[in-house]
């Protein structure tokens, strides 16, 4: 199993959606407003003032099965790509279990 996370910008957020729900197999996802900061600085402003100058994203967080890593990590690219610095980034991290709560499955089953 995998656990992808993505950073998008937040006016992508519904074309990123409706390309997921494309993807067969895909049981969920979570999506959560977030602000941060890259490595972008902005060399004319003292980096005191930069302290509370965060860029509102969008996190989607998608736990599935490893053979839908490659198609969800490229929808999510393609869907949310505009071009422009600061479109995003995706994460792919492993995931050890799973557990549903509702039935007690565990692992794959769960997702």
Do not use: W
Not at 34 to 63: A, N, S, T
């Amino acid at each position: 199993m995998k656990h992808i996370i993505a950073y998008i910008k937040p006016h992508k957020l519904s074309q990123v959606t409706l390309a997921l729900r494309k993807v067969k197999g895909l049981t969920g996802m979570t999506v959560l407003d977030v602000k941060g900061f890259g490595r972008g600085k902005k060399e004319d402003v003292p980096l005191e003032e930069q302290l509370y100058d965060f860029v509102p994203h969008v996190k989607i967080e998608i736990f599935c099965k490893d053979d839908l890593v490659e198609e969800i990590v490229d929808t999510i690219e393609k869907s949310a790509h505009t071009g422009l610095r600061g479109d995003g980034k995706i994460y792919i991290c492993s995931a050890r279990e799973a557990v549903r709560i509702s039935t007690g499955e565990r692992g794959e089953n769960a997702v």
